[in-house]
């Protein structure tokens, strides 16, 4: 079975200031790896995703992630936050084969201070 | 990207009554869609994969007779909640995978939040 830890609930930080979100996952096969935003009252938006490849992946607004496959982890920065970058953040895997199905992690809030 | 639709986005219903929501997939063809329920500060409970032209696959403990799922063409799946009562409330999210897409990413329609008083 696949599951997916957000230690963090909430992560506070001052405007402009660099951000990690952290995001392990367990799973006994090999995972494809997701990070969507959510903003109040509405979907998950995809921010990133890492299928293959390099490592490092570059999602939109300026976020980006690393695979870790040692220390089984995702963790999501960004080197300076904007006040609307205050959201809901998912770190999610599934199975590269199979049905699609989606695991959650319980959602980290980052809130941006002015 | 694509984009997946949600109607409504807000609904409040008394108790007893059912509610529908719909999801469509505006520009591309979807076989297979999600739906999840959200708990206040919570994160997604997937609650069953809906296929078109096929019955839906609920998750371990979701009520099928409760939550009817219906995925009648291949741009729209809808979720009946039947006899909603208060507890029913929740937020409501589809998601749909684009057909002809390889990269596995679902995309998600903007939420429907149920009401039930």
């Known amino acids: 079975a696949q599951s997916v830890t957000q230690l963090d609930s909430q992560v506070p930080v001052f405007e402009e200031a660099p951000v990690e979100l952290r995001c392990n996952y367990s799973s006994s096969v090999s995972v494809y790896l997701f990070w969507y935003v959510q903003y109040p009252n509405q979907g998950l938006q995809l921010l990133l995703k890492?299928?293959?490849?390099?490592?490092l992946v570059k999602g939109i607004n300026g976020f980006e992630a690393e695979f870790n496959k040692s220390q089984t982890s995702f963790h999501l920065r960004k080197p300076s936050v904007h006040i609307s970058d205050t959201a809901e953040y998912f770190c999610a895997v599934r199975s590269p084969s199979g049905t699609y199905k989606y695991i959650f992690g319980t959602g980290t809030r980052l809130k941006v201070l002015a | 990207g694509a984009v997946v639709s949600q109607h409504p986005s807000r609904v409040i219903c008394k108790s007893g009554t059912s509610v529908k929501i719909e999801c469509r997939s505006l520009?591309?063809?979807?076989?297979?869609m999600f739906w999840y329920r959200q708990f206040p500060k919570k994160s997604l409970m997937l609650m069953a994969t809906s296929n078109e032209g096929s019955k839906a696959t609920y998750e371990q403990g979701v009520e099928k007779d409760k939550f009817l799922i219906n995925h009648a063409s291949l741009t729209l799946s809808t979720l009946t909640v039947t006899s909603a009562h208060p507890e029913d409330s929740s937020f409501y999210i589809c998601s749909a995978r684009d057909l002809g897409g390889g990269t596995g990413e679902l995309f998600f329609g903007e939420g429907s939040r149920l009401t039930v008083l």
């Open positions: 890492y299928l293959s490849g390099s490592t």
């Open positions: 520009d591309f063809q979807a076989t297979t």
